[in-house]
């Protein structure tokens, strides 16, 4: 049941603490407030949301209850939306910025770094496309992965390849580059991936790489990459 009032935001900190045996939770996020989510009762949400939400956020931060006040964005167009006015600390957006896609730079990224805002980006991998883009079935954007996205990610491994670097560590780190990126979400279901994910993100990668991406039009001219 989705309740973005403060009676359902206080209902499910407390349902949250039981479960975590914590007195404190250092973020909460307002999660998948999206209209393509909702359909028609999206408008009755986010009236609920700043009807009284966002003040009960607010007020169990200024208590200490918490320590920042999040929101989960999955398409840019809630994203560019959303991102000029509300009062958050971060977003957690899912695809509208990594390595395949840049779509959200010149207007939802560039609001949360005018306004101070952080972002976390929570899909790197654009799910999965960019950790292996020839891979059987791939998918991006929890669909399967279009000719022309599976032969765009291809292109950008062969130039990443070209400087010895992975496509999976450019795509993690790629994100990071940007002056409003805090922190990136790879995921992972073994330890080895962890490894994996922590190695690439490591990984030197030299600015040429960005560049080439860049003369090629695999990536947006304007993307902060140094």
Request: net charge negative.
């Amino acid at each position: 049941r989705y309740d973005y009032s403060a009676e359902g935001f206080e209902a499910s900190l407390a349902q949250s603490r039981l479960r975590l045996g914590q007195p404190v939770v250092d973020a909460l996020i307002i999660h998948d407030l999206d209209r393509d989510y909702h359909g028609q009762a999206f408008d009755g949400h986010m009236s609920a949301l700043t009807g009284s939400g966002l003040a009960c956020l607010h007020r169990l931060k200024a208590e200490g209850a918490i320590s920042a006040i999040g929101m989960g964005m999955n398409t840019l167009a809630d994203f560019s939306a959303i991102a000029p006015w509300i009062e958050v600390d971060f977003f957690l957006v899912a695809l509208p910025y990594t390595l395949a896609d840049q779509a959200a730079l010149h207007g939802p990224m560039a609001d949360c770094a005018r306004r101070g805002i952080k972002v976390v980006i929570g899909a790197p991998f654009a799910s999965g496309l960019l950790a292996n883009p020839s891979a059987p079935g791939v998918m991006y954007a929890y669909a399967p992965a279009s000719a022309e996205m599976v032969a765009k990610a291809r292109a950008i491994e062969a130039i990443c390849l070209r400087h010895g670097v992975p496509l999976a560590a450019a795509a993690l780190q790629f994100p990071l580059l940007h002056p409003a990126v805090v922190s990136v979400i790879p995921g992972a279901v073994s330890a080895e991936q962890v490894t994996q994910n922590a190695a690439n993100t490591a990984l030197p990668i030299p600015g040429e790489l960005w560049s080439d991406l860049k003369m090629q039009g695999l990536i947006d001219p304007e993307a902060p990459t140094g």
